[in-house]
């Protein structure tokens, strides 16, 4: 695609439930990047991929959080029990390689109710 | 370990006047630096990027970046603000020391009066 295709652009869910966040990069790009961005704040490293392999998980907030690549391509961000504390926007972003610039999708919005 | 400190949350300017938002970064090696820009409700768009070769590098919309490594600053500017470029800036600094992970500065905030 022409760009970073982040599904769904918005997600509400209840306390306990569990989320799966989806990011398709750019084609051809083999890095693969999860931040969050909280209301106000920064935003926060969850996770990376290169290739399908995850090299730092040392972002990811507790266990259960977990992420995964498939094929080089699509990355999955699942939440487990989500708690109040997850609302936020979930960005991802992909670069043809390390070190080299990253373009980033729209994001998803997460609200735990 | 590599890091980036934005010297200023919030700055801001009148319209036609000159823009300076800092950033200073620490990094054992040679990095990669980036400066984003986002808008409100939008995602990160990638302003320019330093990768070892000009100094002096131009981005979009008129903004250009100067990689000073006796400084380890890679400080944005702009000669004359306009009022679309209210928003929030992003310092980011990558190297192969830190895997490829990208560092994102804490953010600076843009206002500008017209």
């Known amino acids: 695609g022409a760009g970073v295709s982040q599904s769904p652009s918005n997600k509400v869910t209840e306390k306990g439930k569990d989320v799966e966040l989806r990011c398709d990069p750019i084609?051809?790009?083999?890095?693969l990047y999860w931040y969050r961005q909280s209301l106000g704040q920064g935003l926060e490293f969850l996770i990376y991929?290169?290739?399908?392999?995850?090299?730092?998980k040392s972002g990811l907030p507790s266990d259960r959080f977990s992420a995964e690549r498939t094929g080089g391509s699509v990355s999955t961000l699942t939440i487990q029990r989500t708690q109040q504390e997850d609302s936020a926007v979930y960005l991802c972003?992909?670069?043809?390689?390390?070190?080299?610039?990253?373009?980033f999708g729209q994001g998803t919005r997460l609200t735990v109710v | 370990a590599q890091s980036v400190t934005q010297l200023d949350s919030h700055v801001s300017v009148s319209e036609g006047t000159p823009v300076l938002l800092r950033c200073n970064y620490s990094s054992s090696y040679s990095p990669s630096l980036f400066w984003y820009v986002q808008h409100p409700n939008k995602g990160l768009q990638l302003l320019l990027k330093y990768t070892s070769a000009a100094t002096l590098v131009k981005g979009i919309n008129g903004f250009e970046a100067e990689f000073k490594k006796s400084e380890t600053s890679f400080h944005l500017t702009k000669p004359s603000a306009h009022m679309s470029d209210a928003a929030e800036y992003f310092c980011v600094v990558s190297g192969y020391n830190q895997g490829g992970k990208l560092i994102f500065g804490q953010g600076t905030e843009l206002s500008v009066k017209p």
């Open positions: 991929f290169q290739g399908n392999s995850a090299p730092d």
């Open positions: 084609s051809g790009h083999t890095a």
């Open positions: 972003a992909s670069s043809l390689e390390l070190n080299t610039e990253a373009f």
